[in-house]
Structures are given as structure tokens and as C-alpha cells.
């Protein structure tokens, strides 16, 4: 996992919590990466810090991931505005992901590992996402639908249709905007 | 000096607030050398691509003849790099107008056809839609966004076929617009300014090739000799082929004209250099010269200036022979005053005899032939050109029967292409009114029965034929190129049965049953074959391993080295690869060695002759050798129960044919497994 998620993680919960909340949980976790945003560190760092949160914060790490992707989305557009900036709604910009979004992730992080989302547009309007990771982080992903939508003021439904934390081979996300 | 603390009055909490202050200002740091660190990281890694993206267009088009052949191959790879579905082209003339030249690439092809049918066919004046802007303004234009760009002449058809960006930029040659390429995507693709100065850079390459063209044709419309092997030029042979049929008799008879292209030429060409190339063009040249002088007796092939033909009255009676160079590996003889209707043909033999052995270029033996297509005057012919014309598609037709073939020119063949065309038509139709259906041939486990999975048939439902079989279409739409698309239907169509299929039998289902796919090499061996096959297999929610490829050793013909790059591909993200039509084919165990297939299917043609001694060796050969080699064995083609217990006590694992299941609808098909 790329450094600058846990630098993400980082902010936000210290926003939330407090700026010793951050050193509190590493500590609690028993890591000690130096996070620098171009480093990498394994997955399993990530999770001991989510799963101790979520113990402290008395949620579950789904609860936490999604809590995240939802607050890190405001930091991101300060981070990368040119990202944002080409869109009008929150359907056009997460539909920029495997296009836009990820291959500028790749040019900063030639060893990034993104997943690749599939959209179709489903007859009754919704944009269904596919989503297939050995991580299974689709939590993060409904925070970050969720991020967005807040970024361009619009409301969002969001039904998990199948779920690889079920044994399914993949994710399907129907995600709604009413207008 | 002797060193000492400095003492300052620094209580306990002042000293804490100095230590959170210098952590911020070490956190500032270390985030503003990240952020410059960052930057130098994407600028690095987009010009680093762009460059090999340039790289690799400018080495095509230093090597093209053909400004169609070198934008072909950028759209390809601009597809590839930046991610865009569609790329077609247009050449422009005298500045005014846009004109399509059915030079496209379709890297995705799902709803496409409609976009792409009326792109490549449809003309644009200065100023008007994409192609006319980049025409009065000749730089890279970009539509972010279809739906809101007033001067998009297809903008309809675009929000229909689900396009949301497009692009554009001009080839530029001698500062004229001479050609344009543009771009579009279902997907909203971002313009960036180096993005807008590579293409424009690629832009200027492709023109060299134009420049190069132009000064080509020039040359060869001022000269009528052909400057390499000095035999007369189409133009030549154009001037002296309508002259001479004008002077045919009232039957029209006595003129005759051989197309020659040459097998094989282009690997020489490839292989060995330019210089040898032209060395074996001359040589070939001067071989054919020979061939026809022995043929019709004495110096019978005219020479470019010929000079004073027609003085001599006995002379102008002689049957005579113009051999002339029409293209990079194109001959034609043209013959006057015929009336041995057979001498045709002798000319033919004489010529394969002569090409038939090798040529040797300095330590090198290479070996070519010829594909030739004759064709005779007859009353049914109004001019030249018809007859030429005629020889061409003869000698399509011996290119298409293999090396060093010659064809004559017959009414039927007329007929065949003409019904060839027809078919070519109702397949476009077939494809926009969505005409196919599949069906699905079980596979079954041998030992118990049990059906393991599904290989899905396409099936054309002709509005007056009815069902069409595979056969009567397949090698149509492989011609034209129409494959693509139905191959990408039958892919999708086939994912999305056997997802619903697993959905009704629900997860709990230990092995769920796999549906196998025929893909053509065309398809197979498209640059962005694997981003398209992963986005069919999320989008269908098919789970990888229960999705096989079919393919034939005709891929690997075709590029070995891609072909194992794209298997190996296939089976990273879980796709099972299959080859099919196993034995049939020439040299099926080098590839077996080489390429990394899971299963191979025994051809029916063995198993329908499985009651001979040499063909039950055969079977059990192959069966021997799957088995050495880890690969997974269906037997194709089982008609009768004593095949069935014949390959089941040989070890075979699985089986497909009448005898087990006919390929059935889906609904019936997948009724079976309940």
C-alpha cells in the first residue's frame, strides 16, 4: 500500500481525533513505518491501523474504511485539483477512475497495484461498479463514491448488489444519484 | 575552546511547545520534498512513454510506403497508449475538404458500429464537424465532452453509440494539411499540453511518409519506366492495354492479361533489407522476362521504347508480350494477338517454373512463387480495365488457395464474388439489427457423465435464410473484418449466459460449469485484446476460470511471440486458454512445447476414425502427450457410444459431440444440468 493513503489516514483521523490520536493508534497497532507519501508499506500495516481504530472508535474496519474514503475525499481535491477540475457531477468524475485517476496515480507510483473498476449503465439509470481486488477494500470504495458525491454536492444511494467479503468472485456497487 | 550548554531559562512546557513546532516544520518538509519529488515523477514518467510512443511510429513510418499503412499502425498504438476505442482517418485534398479512406482501428468495439459506419463514409468540408475544424485550423482539437460541442457533425450518432470525448490533429506535409486522424473514446479523455505537442509531433512524422509518397508518385507519372527493374510502369502498360483492346476484332477475342504477385516477397523484404529486396525484385524481373520469351517464341516482351511497334504489318499480327511492374510486388503481362487460347495458361506454367527455384542473395537461398490470375477478352468486356479487373480477383482467388497457385478468370467466379459481396452487405445488416444467436454444445466428463461445461456456436438468424450455420459466414466476416465484431457479441453474450446460469444455480455450487469461446486471430491478436477481455470479464461478473478461449494454431502462425505473450496474459488474470482443432494442423507440437496452453481439443476428424488401428495410435498419442504435458483433453466430435467408451478407456478426461449433446438454445442447453 502506497505511503500516501496511511498519510491520508493520518490527517483525517487527526482532524477527528486530536493530533496525538495518530502516534496513539501507531503505537496501539505496533507498527512503525516512516509513511512518506512515495513509499510503500505492506497492506497488513493498513489494516492493524484500521482494525485498531475501529476497536477504539467502537465501529467495525468496514465502518472505518468507509468513514475514511468519505473523509479523505475534500483532502485529495486540495491535493490533486486538476483531477476535479474537468467534471461537472460526481457520476462523470468516478467514471474517471481507471481512465484519468489511476493512470496519474501510476505516473507518481510506478509500483502502485489499483484495482480496475468496470462501469455499465444500468437501464433504470444507476452506474453499476464492478470491483475486483485481492484487498477487498470496497468499503473504501463507498466511502470514496460517497467523498465525491459531497465534493459536488449531490446525494447518493449506494446498494452493494454482490460482495467478494461474501465469497463472490467480485463487487457489484449500483450506485444512484437522484436528481 | 571548551565546549558548554548554553544555558537559557526553558521551563518544561516551553520546551515541549519548541519540539511540536520543529516536528510541524519537519512535517512541512518533508511533505514539500515529497510534493517536488511527485512532480518530477509524472513529468519523468509521461515524457519517457510519449517519447516511446513517437519512437515507435516515427521506426513505422520510416519503413512505410504508405501513408495508410503508417497512420494505421499510429492508430493502433495511440489507441493502446491513451486509452481510445475508435481511430479513424481522413486525407484531405487541396485543403478543402476531409475525405474518409477507410483507414480505421477499433480497439473496443461494443455499440460502436453505427459511430464507425457513418465515420467512414461520410466527407467533411473545411470548417465543418471535428475533421473540417482541424482542416481551417490546423492544430490538435479536443472535445471533452460530445453532448456539449455545437460543431460535432455526428454528435447524434456519438451520444447514441455512448462517446464522450474525441480528438483530432492533422498529418502536415510540406506546412499543408494532407491528412487527419482523430480519435474518440467512451470515456472522458483529459488534453494535456504535452499530450497536444506529441500528437502533433506524430503528426509531422506521418507526414514524412506523405512526402515521400507524393515524390514517389510523381516520379513514376513523369517516367513510364519502372526505375529498378526497368520494365514498363502501369501507366505504360495502361496507355498500351487500351490501345490494343481497342483494336480487338468485332469477337473481341485475342487479348489476354496475367496479374503476378509475388508469395513470400515481403518476408525477404522484411527479413534481409530493402537492398535485397530490390535485388530479388530485378532478378525475379529478369526471370519472368525469359520465361515469356521462351514461351511466345523469340524477343517477344517489349522493351519500354519499342519504338516504331506497329510499322511493320506482319509484326503487329505477331502474338506479342508486355511485361510491366504495376506495384512494389505486382506484375502484369499483358498478351496481344492470342489465338492459341491455351498459350495463356503455358505462359502461367512457365513463369511458376521459372520462380520455382531459389534465388541466392549473397550467403542467403530464398525461395518465393507467384499467385497468378488470368483473364481473357470477350465480347462481354467494354473496355480494359474490366478485363484487368478480372484478372485481379483471379488471382485474389489463387492468393487465397496458397503459394504458387494460378486461376483463370470464369462467368461463375463472377458470380461467387458477386454472391461473396451480397453476404459481405447482409453481414454488416446482421451486426447493426443484432442477427446472431448462440447456442451451446455441452462438454461432458467422460467417466461420469456429468456435464462440465458449455462450448457457445454462434448461429446467424437470417430474416429470409433462416438459420445460417458458422460455416457459410465465418470466413466472410474473417475477410472483411466484420469478425471483431461479431466475435466481441459472441464473447459478451456467451460471459453474460453463463453468469446468469451461475446466478440461478447459486453460489453454493462446488464446480460451476465454464463456457468456452472460439476467438479468431484477428481478434485474439488485436493490440488491446487483454484491456478488452478483462473489462468484458468485470463487466458480465463471469468468473475468470470459468471462462476458456478457444484458439487455432492459425494465431500462432500469425505471431507466435504475441500469441505467447497474450496466453501467458490470459491465464494471469484466470482466463483458460484452449487450443482447438488439435492435429490438424502442421506443426502442432512445436507450438504445444512453446505456448502456454491449459487444454487441447483432439480434432473430430480423429475421432471419427477412431475405429482404424492408426487413428485409435493417433488418439492415444495425443492423449500421452497431454498428459506429459499437464494439459487438459477434450475429444470433439463423438457420434456414436462405441467412440465414447473407445476414448474413455483410452483415459480421456472430456468429450464433446451429437452422440453426448447437440448444441442446443440456451435455455434448453443449460436444462440439462437440472
Redesign the interface.
Known sequence: MKGIIFNLLEEVIGAAHGPAAWADLIDAAGVDGAYTSLGSYPDAELLRIVETSAAALGMTPAQVLRWFGRSAMPLLAVRFPHLFANHATARNFVGSVNAIIHPEVRKLYSDAICPHFHFTNRSDGALLIAYQSPRRLCPLVEGFVEGASDHFGEAVTIEHLTCMLDARPLCQIAVRWPT | MKSAPIDLPNPLHARLDQLERQLARERQA??AA?AI??AG??AL??SKRSLALLQRITDRANDSDTLTDAIAFAQAEICAEM?WDFANAFLVFSMSEAVPCDCWHVANPAHLMPFIQVSRTTTFPRGVGLPGRVLANPQAHWI?DVRADENFARRDIAIAC?IVAGCAFPVMARGEVVAICEFF?R????ASEPLIEILAQIGIQLGRVAERETARETLLRDAQQDPLTTLPNRVLLLDRASSAFARLGPDRCGLAVLVIDLDGFKAVNDKLGHDAGDWLLVATAARLRDAIDETVGGESVSRVLGGDRYANPDRARRTRATLARTGGDEFVVLLENVTDENLPHRVADALQAELALPFSIGRDEVSIGASIGIAQSNLSYGDYDAVQRDADLAMYEAKGAGRAKTVTFTETMGTVVRQRMALERDLRGAITENQFVLHYQSIVDLQTGAIKGFEALVRWQHPQRGLVPPGDFIPTAEGTGLIVFIGDWVLREACHAIARLHAQMG?DCLDPPFVSVNIAPQQFLQPDFLRYL??VV??T????HCLKLEVTEGVAVLDADRTRRVLEKCRDIGVRVVLDDFGTGYSSLSYLHSLPFDMIKIDRAFVAVMDQPKSLKIVRTILDLANNLGLMVVAEGIETPEQQSALTALGCEMGQGFWLSRPLEEAAAFAQLT
Open positions: 518533508r511533505q515529497e519529488a511527485e515523477l509524472r514518467y509521461e486509452g471533452p455512448h473514446s470515456k472522458a479523455v483529459e453460489s478483462r473489462s468485470m463487466e461478473g463471469v468468473p475468470a
